[in-house]
């Protein structure tokens, strides 16, 4: 890996994390007619009140899901780093819509919880996370030159 790239991977993280939380509280509401609320439904997944939602969404976007995107997935994924962040986008939407919600009762690509408009806001909204995140990450997964 290029040095600084966990640090470069991390202010991605921020910038990413920021468009999609904003994407979710104030863009999304023109969509589902309420604001799709990370926070409260990952506290409420373990327990936790909606600050450490907040705090669980923080470390997923800024340093869990860069760092996993830089040294384990970039030399994996097909194509430019655009490409390679909209791919994790979606693998990250996928395993929301198929693993995470269900377990949270909200259904299989949210059947219980709002259907197709929520499962296209997720969508979006991951996307966006997804292409900012690659896009200013840029090629710090690749190898370092020898």
Same mark, same amino acid.
């Given at each position: 890996m290029n040095? +600084? *790239?966990?640090f470069r991977a991390g202010i991605a993280g921020v910038v990413?994390?920021?468009?999609?939380?904003v994407m979710?509280? %104030?863009?999304?509401?023109?969509? #589902? *007619?309420?604001?799709?609320d990370i926070a409260q439904m990952l506290a409420?997944?373990? *327990?936790g009140d909606w600050t450490v939602g907040l705090l669980m969404h923080l470390a997923n976007g800024i340093v869990i899901f860069p760092v996993i995107?830089?040294?384990v997935l970039y030399r994996f994924l097909p194509g430019a780093a655009w490409l390679k962040g909209i791919l994790l986008g979606l693998g990250?939407?996928?395993? #929301?819509?198929?693993?995470m919600l269900p377990m949270m009762g909200a +259904?299989? %690509?949210?059947?219980?919880? *709002?259907g197709a408009k929520a499962v296209m806001a997720a969508l979006i909204a991951h996307l966006i996370y997804g292409v900012l995140l690659g896009s200013l990450t840029g090629g710090v997964g690749q190898p370092a030159a020898a």
């Open positions: 040095p +600084g *790239g966990i990413a994390t920021a468009a999609m939380t979710a509280y %104030f863009v999304a509401p023109m969509m #589902l *007619g309420h604001p799709m409420g997944f373990v *327990g995107y830089v040294i990250l939407w996928l395993t #929301l819509e198929v693993v +259904g299989l %690509f949210s059947s219980n919880q *709002g």
